[in-house]
Each structure stands twice: as structure tokens, then as C-alpha cells.
């Protein structure tokens, strides 16, 4: 009977759990790598977006057109000069003193223009008895030079402006309803914004709404004369909004 030979033993097998790990913990470190690549440029691409629309907007700071890199690669936050809300409320208190120093030399009625903070932004409410005759689209003379004052005062900001009337109907040979008349005195009014004003057309849009957004009741003879205006809104809600 042959003796059995002693079993040799490898005493080198753990060489190759070890390689085993070293190419998995390889892989993990280029699928890290690769992911914050990505997520580099996504966040580069957010920032880009959100420097450009709220810049346009007059929100942040315009020193640039692109946010500035960092060494490591991602974006410096833009830095935001002024919410939405405190603009609206900043740009209230500034036409509202413009409009008070237009009463007291006496080129506007006290009730002619009036401001109010809505959804979107500083509404500028142009009341019809004070810049446009009854059932007419056509600007009352005395009221442009208090319109362009109202104009220069404006920031560089989209503007949308809205045309509203009472529930009375209207028919003539110019306007058969309230519908064309009120879109007849936004796009007056914007007109005179473009050729007048700095704004960029662009920014600038018009619309009419004929009597289905009063503000007040239309039961009384005071309500009729409130729902009869055109808005000028500027568009600082925008940015709340997003």
C-alpha cells in the first residue's frame, strides 16, 4: 500500500478575492466619478437658466452672463438684489408719489389713477373719466403729458396692460360691444407705451376683458366708474410664480 503524499497547500489564493475587490471598488469609484460629471452639468445648466430669466426679469444683479465657476466646478449661486414682492411694493410707493405730485399741480384728478399690488404684480389702474370719453378709445388730450410722466417712472420690467369696462351695453358703428371697446383702449394705451416709453415692445403685451373682471359692483354709479379703467401691470409676480 503507497503511502499518501502530503496535499500541498496554496498559500497564495488570497490574492485573487483581493483582486476581486480592487476591480469592484475600481468600478464604484468610476460610476461616482461619472454621476457627479453629470450632475455638474445639470447644475451648471440650471444655474445658466435661472441667471438669465430672473436677470431679465431686473431681479438679480447683471454683472454677468453666466454664473461664475468655482474651482471645483459648480456654479456661485446668483445673487438676488430684491424679491418679486418687495419690488412691487418698492415701485408702489415711487409711482404713487409721482402721481400725488401730479394732483397737486393739478394736471391729474385725484381719482384718476390708482395702484394696487395683485397677483402678478403693481397694477396701475388709468381710470376711463380721466384719460379716455365716454364709449371712446381716443385718449383725452390733457391726460398725455401725465401719462408720459406715469411712463418715465416705469422700470424695465414686462408690462401687460388690460382694458376693462362696466356692464353697460355698447353698440356704434366703431365698437359692437364692450369687448372691441376695451381692446381698443389696451392696444391705445400700449401704443403710446412703445412710441413714448422706453419699453421693449417685446416685453409689452395688451389685452381686453370687456366687463368680466370688475373690481367693483356694477350696481352703482361708483362701481361702473371703478370697473371702467386700464391696467398697466408690471409683471414682478412672474418671479413668485416659477
Known amino acids: 500500500m503507497r503511502p499518501k503524499k502530503a496535499e500541498h497547500v496554496n498559500h497564495e489564493r488570497w490574492l ?25 452639468k445639470k447644475q451648471a445648466e440650471a444655474a445658466v437658466a435661472m441667471k438669465t430669466a430672473f436677470t431679465d426679469m431686473g431681479i438679480f444683479d447683471a454683472h454677468s452672463k453666466t454664473p461664475t465657476i468655482t ?5 456661485d449661486p446668483p445673487k ?24 397737486a399741480l393739478g394736471h391729474l384728478g385725484k381719482d384718476a389713477v390708482s395702484t394696487h399690488i395683485g397677483n402678478d404684480g403693481l397694477v396701475i389702474s388709468l381710470h376711463d373719466a380721466g384719460f379716455f370719453a365716454s364709449g371712446s ?24 396692460v388690460e382694458g376693462h369696462t362696466d356692464n353697460v351695453p355698447i353698440k356704434t358703428e366703431q365698437y359692437a360691444t364692450n ?19 422706453k419699453i421693449d415692445p417685446s416685453m409689452l ?3 381686453g376683458y370687456a366687463e368680466y373682471h370688475p373690481v367693483a359692483s356694477n ?5 361702473r366708474s371703478q370697473n371702467r379703467r386700464v391696467d398697466i401691470i408690471l409683471l414682478t409676480g412672474r418671479v413668485l410664480s416659477r
Open 205 to 207: 403685451s395688451a389685452a
Open 137 to 160: 378709445a381716443e385718449m383725452n388730450k390733457q391726460s398725455i403729458p401725465t401719462l408720459q410722466v406715469l411712463l418715465d417712472a416705469l422700470p424695465d420690467l414686462p408690462v401687460r
Open 219 to 223: 350696481d352703482t354709479p361708483e362701481g
Open 80 to 103: 438676488l438684489t430684491m424679491s418679486a414682492e418687495a419690488l412691487a411694493k418698492q415701485m408702489k410707493e415711487h409711482i404713487d408719489r409721482v402721481l400725488a405730485g401730479q394732483v
Open 179 to 197: 369687448w372691441e371697446l376695451s381692446t381698443a383702449r389696451a392696444s391705445v394705451i400700449a401704443r403710446f407705451m412703445i412710441e413714448h416709453g
Open 16 to 40: 485573487i478575492s483581493y483582486a476581486d475587490f480592487i476591480t469592484l471598488l475600481f468600478a464604484f469609484f468610476v460610476v461616482m466619478f461619472a454621476t457627479s460629471q453629470a450632475d455638474k
Open 71 to 75: 474651482a471645483k466646478g459648480a456654479p
